[in-house]
């Protein structure tokens, strides 16, 4: 079955950077579109940015977020960089897989001096 599995989180200093790491199962990335959403507690969940052929970018992450795969490896990332605060979230991995939504169980990322 579909399985998506997130880790890297943890607590990062203001201005720093952090990787995301996405282990995908039961499905081939190489044929997906992968994406990414965080969501704070008592929050909707955001979305922050989608890979397909290209990746696009919430206006919230753009220029410092980057998102790559390794379909090799059945893996997608997210290069998170100059970190703030408001960055802080539980961050997902997801996908659509015959018409059904797929999400990770997700990551915390605290950004905290």
């Known amino acids: 079955q579909v399985q998506l599995v997130e880790s890297g989180g943890g607590l990062v200093q203001p201005g720093g950077s952090l990787r995301l790491s996405c282990a995908a199962s039961?499905?081939?990335?190489?044929?997906?579109?992968l994406r990414w959403a965080r969501q704070v507690p008592g929050k909707a969940r955001e979305w922050v940015g989608t890979?397909?052929?290209?990746?696009i970018y919430a206006d919230s992450v753009k220029g410092r977020f980057i998102i790559f795969r390794d379909d090799a490896k059945n893996m997608m990332y997210l290069q998170m960089n100059s970190l703030s605060p408001e960055d802080t979230a539980v961050y997902y991995c997801?996908?659509?897989?015959?018409?059904?939504?797929?999400w990770g169980q997700g990551t915390r990322v605290t950004v905290s001096s």
């Open positions: 890979t397909d052929s290209d990746s």
């Open positions: 997801g996908t659509t897989y015959n018409n059904d939504d797929f």
């Open positions: 039961g499905f081939t990335t190489r044929e997906s579109i």
